[in-house]
């Protein structure tokens, strides 16, 4: 429902500001053609609104991190996603959350197709029990019914009757004006809109307004053309006022715009500032834009840069490239083992993975690479000018957490292991969260961080928060992970001992 219900907020919001904008600032301009590509264009960006996303990037700092848990000394698990869609419960939720404003809506929608496929049908009903004459590179359709002449595509509808009224071509010529400038397609996409915008009520505003907006323009070429003055034009449109017409046709006649088109045949001089006005569209596409469209999201450790390591610090690839040296370069060392070698560049080290180069001979590499022997997770690439540089054995690195008055390790000789392997329990995981109905109804999304210990008998302890989202997500991956069944528990030195991980759980509303 809460995609629903934002469609409904999103596009009447919208489509009132763009008529606000209209009525109070561009309703007396006569430029009728800039006025028609507003008016149509608010329409269409009101409509698809709702369904535009502009992700923008922010990179997560870490400060959102939980004090006493160092990120540094923490295994970090593969991301385990989770939809909203996708999955059975979901199914479930969209039936419970389904009630009576959208079948209304649905109704509605199906109702204003219903309109607009009966008024396409009326039209060609017409054409094929009347007589129809070729006018330039029209088609007059001539009945024998009264009515006031409109038009639709390339045929004109016309009583038989007109032809014996005065002036009456020059109400034909005003139906050949709105063929030529095309006002079908403006009625015909208009309607369509109703589907989708039927319970807007700034919709049937604008509606009104796009068809008013025709009638200047179409009075606008007649009178332009000089066969007939203004005075007696406009006692021919009076003449014309009384009478109906189909549900889809660019002829608009009454008392009330017949009025305002008065109006606008004597206003024909612009305004200061018109530009401007017009202008404000655009500035109020942009907000609203920003506004509705944008929304931030995390780029998790992301650098696209500075990824390699080298004597310290942080360089490009390209800078590496351009160095003339032997090294021994050891790749895929991902952002936390990264942080636990070099914790004085915690400030700095936002990238998912990363490289670290040692140059051959370099006498400040021994202590790093004592702590490299540690981590498994790597590949080497070497260019060496004799044989590769062994990796030093040292003890595995120990954290200062404690768990159940255990020392916890971080990484050690052999690691816990998950009954089935880190497949299975990537599969458990997704088998077994349940995305909170009530974050779908909100929209809300996000990454939870979920620190836990094995302990030396194998038994998921200590489980928090690392970094959080939204209280149900949170809930949810604490819930998730806690009932993890016993591992298979790691060991240094032929011991069982504890050892602490970090496992992002990614909650998303849809796939990417």
């Known amino acids: 429902m809460n ?140 009945s024998d019914k009264e009515f006031s002449p409109y038009s639709f595509f390339n045929f004109i509808f016309i009583s038989n009757t007109l032809t014996k009224q005065e002036n009456w071509k020059s109400m034909v010529q005003h139906e050949l004006e709105h063929v030529r400038q095309g006002h079908s397609f403006d009625v015909l996409f208009v309607d369509v809109m109703m589907v989708f915008q039927w319970f807007n009520p700034f919709y049937w505003m604008i509606r009104r307004m796009v068809r008013e907006n025709h009638e200047f323009l179409a009075d606008k070429g007649v009178l332009k053309l000089g066969s007939i003055s203004a005075a007696h034009y406009k006692k021919l449109l009076l003449s014309q006022a009384i009478g109906g017409s189909p549900v889809m046709t660019s002829n608009f006649f009454s008392i009330k715009t017949i009025k305002k088109r008065f109006k606008m045949i004597t206003n024909n001089k612009n305004k200061k500032f018109t530009a401007l006005r017009y202008s404000i569209g655009v500035v109020v596409a942009l907000a609203l834009t920003v506004m509705f469209a944008c929304e931030k999201y995390e780029a998790e450790n992301e650098m696209l840069s500075e990824n390699i390591i080298f004597k310290g610090g942080l360089i490009s690839q390209e800078e590496f490239e351009q160095m003339e040296i032997y090294y021994m370069q050891f790749n895929d060392i991902d952002r936390l083992d990264a942080l636990y070698l070099y914790p004085e560049l915690k400030e700095h080290l936002t990238a998912d993975t990363y490289s670290v180069v040692f140059e051959e001979g370099d006498p400040s590499a021994s202590e790093i690479m004592n702590k490299l022997g540690s981590l498994k997770n790597f590949s080497v690439s070497i260019n060496s000018s004799s044989k590769p540089i062994d990796i030093l054995e040292d003890d595995r690195q120990k954290s200062n957490v404690s768990s159940n008055g255990e020392e916890v390790f971080a990484i050690v000789e052999e690691m816990p292991q998950f009954p089935g392997g880190d497949m299975a329990l990537l599969n458990y995981i997704k088998d077994n969260v349940d995305y909170p109905s009530i974050a779908i109804d909100n929209g809300i999304e996000g990454k939870v961080y979920v620190y836990f210990v094995i302990g030396s008998d194998g038994v998921v302890s200590d489980v928090k928060i690392a970094r959080g989202v939204d209280p149900s997500l949170d809930a949810e991956a604490l819930r998730v992970v806690s009932s993890l069944p016993n591992w298979v528990p790691g060991k240094q030195r032929g011991e069982n001992v504890a050892v602490s991980y970090n496992i992002p759980i990614n909650f998303s509303l849809q796939e990417q």
């Open 3 to 142: 995609y629903f219900v934002n469609y409904i907020i999103e596009a009447g919001l919208s489509l009132g500001i763009f008529t606000f904008v209209y009525w109070f600032m561009l309703r007396r301009e006569t430029r009728y053609t800039a006025t028609r590509f507003y008016l149509l264009f608010a329409l269409l960006f009101s409509t698809l609104l709702p369904f535009i996303t502009i992700r923008l990037k922010i990179f997560a700092s870490t400060a959102g991190e939980l004090p006493g848990i160092d990120t540094t000394q923490v295994n970090l698990l593969e991301t385990v996603t989770v939809y909203a869609s996708g999955v059975p419960q979901r199914i479930g939720n969209l039936f419970l959350s389904f009630d009576y404003a959208m079948l209304i809506y649905i109704l509605g929608a199906f109702a204003a197709l219903f309109v607009i496929s009966a008024g396409v049908f009326q039209l060609l009903r017409k054409v094929s029990v009347n007589r129809i004459f070729r006018l330039r590179k029209v088609r007059l359709v001539v």
